[in-house]
């Protein structure tokens, strides 16, 4: 863990990012860290959260959980990411949160933060702008479940990811890290795990990708990109 949040690697793409004296101020807020084993619950829906986790190391994402244990996922949380932004503004959760990896996150008491930032306007404003792309993400997420084929859900859901561990300065030269399985990706897209296996296995024929026990290669990104 670093030594302070001046000092954090994940500072330059967070949204509390700031000079330096806001930081010094945010990190004597800081209650402490955190730590959660891979599949563990974080937060469950409906539930009061008493902090607010900012991720330092590991990958977790949101779901709702419906009747009969089906699962959709609504987005996958990265190292630099708050847990749930949305506890600035309420007290209950509208759906779960999991650890995909294991976790080390930074621990806030959520009234102190969402006051914290309430009292910096330039912070406030960089998590409106944090919310506008996790709902622009949003979007695209229900058009793949709405009009895009299979095929073209994975590869944008694939590229997506990337794309944002390449802006958070995480490795991504061949073969990267990348913890999802075929049923995380069928959770998110309104796929079956089989489904999700063949179109992944398409992709290794073609050419473009393989992701085999958590370990990504890109053979042709101009052709993912395409999608």
């Excluded at 959980?65 to 506890?87: A, E, H, K, V, W």
């Excluded at 102190?112 to 912070?123: G, K, L, S």
């Excluded at 990267?176 to 995380?184: E, S």
Aim: hydrophobic share 45%.
């Amino acid at each position: 863990m670093p030594i302070s949040c001046a000092q954090c690697p994940r500072l330059k793409t967070a949204f509390y990012r700031s000079e330096h004296e806001t930081l010094v101020e945010m990190e004597a807020l800081r209650a402490g860290h955190r730590h959660f084993p891979a599949k563990r619950t974080i937060y469950r829906e409906g539930e009061i959260a008493a902090d607010m986790l900012m991720i330092f190391d590991g990958w977790a994402f949101r779901y709702k959980l419906l009747p009969g244990g089906r699962r959709q996922i609504l987005s996958f949380l990265l190292p630099g990411d708050p847990i749930c932004l949305q506890l600035l503004a309420v007290d209950r959760l509208a759906f779960s949160v999991q650890s995909l990896t294991s976790i080390t996150a930074c621990s806030f008491d959520r009234r102190c933060f969402a006051d914290f930032v309430a009292d910096h306007r330039q912070i406030a404003r960089q998590a409106d702008v944090f919310c506008v792309n996790a709902q622009v993400s949003a979007d695209e997420r229900l058009i793949d479940v709405g009009r895009r084929s299979a095929y073209d859900r994975v590869g944008r859901l694939i590229l997506e990811l990337v794309t944002r561990m390449e802006a958070k300065g995480l490795p991504t030269s061949n073969p990267m890290f990348f913890p999802l399985g075929q049923t995380h990706i069928a959770d998110a897209l309104g796929l079956t795990s089989i489904h999700a296996g063949r179109v992944l296995r398409r992709f290794r024929r073609d050419g473009v990708l393989s992701l085999h026990r958590g370990r990504l290669e890109l053979f042709d990104r101009a052709a993912l990109r395409r999608l």
